[in-house]
T-cell receptor, first 112, second 111 residues
């Protein structure tokens, strides 16, 4: 059974600082997704990582994928308050590329 | 234009009742999904249909029954609602096994 672990689960950081969220998964997969969820809202797709070594960047967020280590990172650069949200990684696999297994999410709070 | 829509947005009902949630997507995707997000924000897939065929059927009580009348619609019917069914239910769609687009969610409260 595919297991996905995110850490940390809670992250409180100051504006302007950098930090990284980690996503480990237990079985082979070459499709990994990062989503953002604001309180009471739906999930918004941030990044799709489809191969080993993939790196994607959008604004202050950068995601990477190491399929050999079964690890993805979401790096936050010079955080701003607007980045406060819950971030989920999701891994395709468990017998089907259609099936996403989600991590528990990282609740990010960026303080002024 | 709404890509993935769900109705209703909120649903409050009593234990033992039967209720349905509807989902529609106008993206032309061939695969649709139902997820449950519990009070701790944990997201778990329940069902998936590809071209109206059930392809994922996770371990959920058989009180939950999905129905896909066509590629653009996936409904979820729940019989004999229980307190533990209270959650946010998200519908999603994707072009085959790729990025999934989520609907706004239906917050179900069972009293």
């Amino acid at each position: 059974e595919l297991k996905v672990e995110q850490n940390p689960l809670f992250l409180s950081m100051q504006e302007g600082k950098n930090y990284t969220i980690y996503c480990n998964y237990s079985t082979t997969s070459d499709r990994l997704y990062w989503y953002r969820q604001d309180p009471g809202k739906s999930l918004e797709s941030l990044f799709v990582l489809l191969s080993n070594g993939a790196v994607k960047q959008e604004g202050r967020l950068m995601a990477s994928l190491d399929t050999k280590a079964r690890l993805s990172t979401l790096h936050i650069t010079a955080a701003v308050h607007d980045l406060s949200a819950t971030y989920f990684c999701a891994v395709a696999g468990g017998g089907s590329n259609y099936k996403l297994t989600f991590g528990k999410g990282t609740l990010l709070t960026v303080n002024p | 234009d709404t890509a993935v829509s769900q109705t209703p947005k909120y649903l409050v009902t009593q234990m033992g009742n039967d209720k349905s949630i509807k989902c529609e997507q106008n993206l032309g995707h061939d695969t649709m999904y139902w997820y449950k997000q519990d009070s701790k924000k944990f997201l778990k897939i329940m069902f998936s249909y590809n071209n109206k065929e059930l392809i994922i059927n996770e371990t959920v009580p058989n009180r939950f029954s999905p129905k896909s009348p066509d590629k653009a619609h996936l409904n979820l019917h729940i019989n004999s609602l229980e307190l533990g069914d209270s959650a946010v239910y998200f519908c999603a769609s994707s072009p085959s096994g790729t990025k999934q687009y989520f609907g706004p969610g239906t917050r179900l409260t069972v009293t």
